[in-house]
């Protein structure tokens, strides 16, 4: 039973209200592949989402923690790139992609971007949606020491600002940073919830506060954690479900 529950992925679609500074923008957001630990193929990943179309994909991180696997990656990113996502695909990195030695991370990168995806380490990219500006930010991995905020907002345009990072932890400290929404995942929903997901205790201070999977709100700025789509350690599931998310931003 708790192998078969990595194979129900669930499909949440989440509807973000937001002031008129933002253009309608539908995102589908993947986390945690961990593609050591996957129970879903390329192909049936594609049959799940191929009958909505997107205007962004987006992509936060721990994709694997093992060279060998890189390869494994690409039939994925093929796959969404079928889905032909309007402002295309971002990506930002999360603590085991960062397991990696330093040349099989740049491996891991160039594959990334091999596949039209435009990865975020501390930088931002602008998009004009129906004559409106939203700021994609990619704020690297916090709890590995990779995260700089300041860098990651330099030169940003008077718009939406979107966010993208692993862990969800970043948002406390971030009162002097604006943003509209973020987007992360790591917490996996706890991933094996028996009794109750005390191993999180340890990943900061989100979970101390029972905030480690869904739509939450941070001194008046909203945040998602995913489920995400991959296990990490054993390829099981209690008390959670692999999750593909589907965020769509109204005006």
Not at 202 to 215: A, Q, T
């Amino acid at each position: 039973m708790a192998y078969k529950n990595t194979q129900e992925v669930q499909i949440n679609k989440v509807d973000v209200k937001s002031d008129n500074t933002a253009a309608p923008l539908h995102i589908l957001h993947l986390s945690d592949l961990h593609l050591e630990n996957i129970s879903i193929s390329p192909a049936q990943l594609y049959e799940k989402l191929k009958q909505e179309p997107y205007d962004m994909i987006a992509l936060t991180g721990d994709f694997l923690d093992r060279k060998w696997t890189i390869p494994k990656l690409v039939p994925y990113l093929e796959v969404l790139n079928d889905l032909k996502p309007k402002y295309g695909i971002y990506v930002v990195f999360g603590n085991h992609d960062y397991v990696l030695r330093p040349h099989n991370f740049k491996r891991l990168k160039k594959t990334l971007e091999n596949h039209q995806c435009k990865v975020l380490q501390n930088a931002n990219d602008q998009l004009i949606i129906n004559g409106r500006s939203i700021n994609v930010i990619g704020i690297d991995n916090y709890s590995t020491g990779h995260s700089d905020i300041e860098a990651a907002y330099q030169g940003i345009h008077q718009g939406y600002n979107l966010v993208l990072t692993h862990d969800p932890n970043v948002v406390l400290e971030m009162d002097d940073y604006h943003f509209d929404y973020l987007l992360s995942g790591h917490f996996h929903g706890g991933q094996i919830l028996y009794p109750k997901a005390y191993h999180l205790v340890k990943m900061g201070k989100l979970p101390r506060m029972n905030m480690i999977k869904g739509l939450h709100n941070h001194k008046g700025k909203s945040f998602y954690i995913s489920e995400g789509l991959g296990q990490t350690g054993l390829n099981i599931r209690i008390g959670s479900r692999p999750e593909v998310t589907m965020h769509q931003i109204a005006e």
